[in-house]
């Protein structure tokens, strides 16, 4: 059972900016509470869409991106319901780290998460128990993160169901984001977007630079694709122009064969830019063991043919390090 509570009244008409108080008893706070942001607008007859950011708190365009939305937006622009969770994993917002400073946790691998767990367990727990099931659809902006940065694209989260699949396929490219890429991250079922997704609620992710700075240019796409998907749903007036992502340009990272990862220690030298074309067999970087430079650098071969989609930063790696990630075209049915 949730001990979460809200001032925020889901039904009511208007704007509303608060928080979700999830109590937490550490050592300097023995009956206080973490407090999550949550703002609702809601205005005459029309569906309601999840806009979530900060699940990563190392991740910037989308909590900009939702605070400005929530500061600009009055009611009498919309149609129907938006819920903001701008900085859903507070903790780990405030700490500009991917996962929590609380209880270590990635808060996007603990979905559907548990109302009796640790407090980003409780917050995965509060998102797929009382939010989702009030939600038609569901939107969480991520980027690269401290670790990667990733050319802007809008994500499709894979669904079986061929209706759902459809509406993804749709409203993703109504964001319009340079590229649409199909990403299960290995089939990981722990994510948000896979557990909105069986939930039945059409599902948008992104992907906006990272390196953990803020991007001028993924901050632009992310204002737009917001507002795009929005438009898209009818909750605001139509865009005026027609996207420019097109459903045969959508690619897809390959499973195991996207992910070139370290097999060593050492510093990562890439050997393509961002968007470069490369084949799978040709060499990605090399590992250079900068105390020992007698020894030859190690080299890392691509595994798939597609574009450099995703790089590590910084160039410090040890074995297992995820340094590049190729995005293929995708091939498979999206009807
Ligand atoms: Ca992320």
Same mark, same amino acid.
Request: hydrophobic residues 40%; charged residues 20%; glycine residues 12%.
């Given at each position: 059972?949730?001990?979460?509570?809200?001032?925020?009244?889901?039904?009511?008409?208007?704007?509303?900016?608060?928080?979700?108080?999830?109590?937490?008893?550490?050592?300097?706070?023995?009956?206080?509470?973490?407090?999550?942001?949550?703002?609702?607008?809601?205005?005459?007859?029309?569906?309601?869409?999840?806009?979530?950011?900060?699940?990563?708190?190392?991740?910037?365009?989308?909590?900009?991106?939702?605070?400005?939305?929530?500061?600009?937006?009055?009611?009498?622009?919309?149609?129907?319901?938006?819920?903001?969770?701008?900085?859903?994993?507070?903790?780990?917002?405030?700490?500009?780290?991917?996962?929590?400073?609380?209880?270590?946790?990635?808060?996007?691998?603990?979905?559907?998460?548990?109302?009796?767990?640790?407090?980003?367990?409780?917050?995965?727990?509060?998102?797929?128990?009382?939010?989702?099931?009030?939600?038609?659809?569901?939107?969480?902006?991520?980027?690269?993160?401290?670790?990667?940065?990733?050319?802007?694209? @809008?994500?499709?989260?894979?669904?079986?169901?061929?209706?759902?699949?459809?509406?993804?396929?749709?409203?993703?490219?109504?964001?319009?984001?340079?590229?649409?890429?199909?990403?299960?991250?290995?089939?990981?079922?722990?994510?948000?977007? @896979?557990?909105?997704?069986?939930?039945?609620?059409?599902?948008?992710?992104?992907?906006?630079?990272?390196?953990?700075?803020?991007?001028?240019?993924?901050?632009?796409?992310?204002?737009?694709?917001?507002?795009?998907?929005?438009?898209?749903?009818?909750?605001?007036?139509?865009?005026?122009?027609?996207?420019?992502?097109?459903?045969?340009?959508?690619?897809?990272?390959?499973?195991?064969?996207?992910?070139?990862?370290?097999?060593?220690?050492?510093?990562?030298?890439?050997?393509?830019?961002?968007?470069?074309?490369?084949?799978?067999?040709?060499?990605?970087?090399?590992?250079?063991?900068?105390?020992?430079?007698?020894?030859?650098?190690?080299?890392?071969?691509?595994?798939?043919?597609?574009?450099?989609?995703?790089?590590?930063?910084?160039?410090?790696?040890?074995?297992?390090?995820?340094?590049?990630?190729?995005?293929?075209?995708?091939?498979?049915?999206?009807?």
């Amino acid at each position: 059972m949730s001990t979460a509570r809200t001032t925020i009244d889901f039904e009511r008409s208007g704007k509303q900016v608060g928080f979700v108080d999830i109590p937490h008893s550490p050592h300097e706070d023995a009956w206080g509470a973490t407090r999550i942001p949550l703002a609702v607008i809601k205005n005459a007859k029309g569906p309601t869409i999840i806009l979530q950011a900060g699940n990563h708190g190392d991740e910037y365009e989308g909590p900009i991106t939702l605070g400005e939305l929530i500061r600009e937006l009055d009611p009498g622009m919309i149609s129907g319901r938006i819920i903001f969770l701008p900085a859903v994993n507070l903790p780990a917002v405030l700490a500009g780290r991917r996962t929590s400073p609380v209880d270590g946790l990635n808060l996007n691998r603990t979905f559907p998460g548990n109302p009796g767990g640790t407090i980003t367990q409780q917050i995965s727990a509060y998102v797929s128990d009382v939010i989702m099931p009030i939600g038609d659809a569901y939107v969480d902006l991520h980027s690269g993160g401290s670790s990667l940065n990733i050319l802007p694209s @809008a994500i499709i989260e894979p669904a079986s169901d061929p209706e759902l699949r459809k509406q993804n396929v749709e409203a993703v490219l109504a964001f319009d984001a340079p590229l649409t890429v199909v990403i299960d991250n290995l089939g990981e079922p722990r994510t948000s977007t @896979a557990t909105s997704v069986r939930a039945g609620l059409v599902t948008v992710g992104t992907e906006m630079a990272g390196a953990g700075t803020v991007s001028i240019d993924a901050l632009d796409i992310c204002r737009r694709g917001v507002r795009n998907v929005l438009a898209h749903f009818g909750v605001l007036p139509p865009a005026g122009q027609k996207p420019g992502a097109r459903r045969e340009n959508i690619l897809r990272i390959p499973g195991h064969d996207g992910y070139v990862l370290a097999t060593s220690d050492g510093v990562f030298e890439p050997l393509h830019r961002l968007g470069a074309a490369v084949r799978a067999g040709e060499a990605a970087g090399r590992i250079h063991n900068l105390g020992d430079p007698g020894r030859t650098p190690e080299t890392l071969f691509y595994a798939a043919d597609g574009i450099v989609y995703g790089q590590r930063q910084p160039g410090r790696v040890v074995a297992g390090n995820c340094c590049v990630t190729v995005a293929a075209r995708y091939e498979g049915d999206l009807q």
